[in-house]
């Protein structure tokens, strides 16, 4: 079994998330800048690359 980089985990938490909150901002019309805005806040927050 092998273990799981924490990196790993933590970009698989963010993306997971920012995935759900993009379905919610695609289905309430939230403006393009506001979702920019938190997309980019949840990878700060999990400290992860939103590019690797």
């Known amino acids: 079994m092998s273990k799981?980089?924490?990196y790993d985990a933590k970009l698989s938490?963010?993306?997971g998330?920012?995935?759900q909150l993009g379905m919610f901002?695609?289905?309430n019309d939230i403006p393009k800048a506001l979702?920019?805005?938190l997309e980019a806040t949840i990878y700060?927050?999990?400290q992860v690359s939103h590019d690797r």
């Open 35 to 37: 979702w920019d805005s």
């Open 25 to 27: 901002a695609e289905e």
């Open 4 to 6: 799981i980089d924490p």
């Open 44 to 46: 700060d927050f999990y």
């Open 17 to 19: 998330l920012a995935s």
């Open 13 to 15: 938490q963010a993306r």
